[in-house]
């Protein structure tokens, strides 16, 4: 069974930072594309930031050179580094991962960026 934990989120004034960890554990041999996504009171869940086993990234345009998703494949870990918040980055982050073709979920974390 695999599981997805993330942590690091909370609360942040607008301008400030959060890093937000993901953790694979379980039967893993191999982890392919790790993601993070968010999701807003009201609003679709939405693509955030993207990275290969290759460390190839992408990121929404919303977020490009403020967020930063690196990975720790010893670790079995994803990471998204938050700077320079905004209001509107506040949501509910989950982290995604393929895994032998699989999609797994982690159960979310709340950011939210006071004004």
């Known amino acids: 069974q695999v599981h997805l934990v993330e942590s690091g989120g909370g609360l942040v004034q607008a301008g400030g930072s959060l890093r937000l960890s993901c953790a694979a554990s379980g039967i893993i041999s191999r982890i392919n594309a790790m993601r993070w996504y968010r999701q807003a009171p009201g609003k679709q869940r939405e693509l955030v930031a993207g990275i290969t086993n290759g460390d190839s990234t992408n990121y929404a345009d919303s977020v490009k050179g403020r967020f930063t998703i690196s990975r720790d494949n010893a670790k079995n870990t994803v990471y998204l580094q938050m700077n320079s918040l905004k209001p509107e980055d506040t949501a509910v982050y989950y982290c995604?991962?393929?895994?032998?073709?699989?999609?797994?979920w982690g159960q979310g974390t709340q950011v939210t960026v006071s004004s």
């Open positions: 995604y991962a393929n895994i032998r073709g699989q999609p797994y």
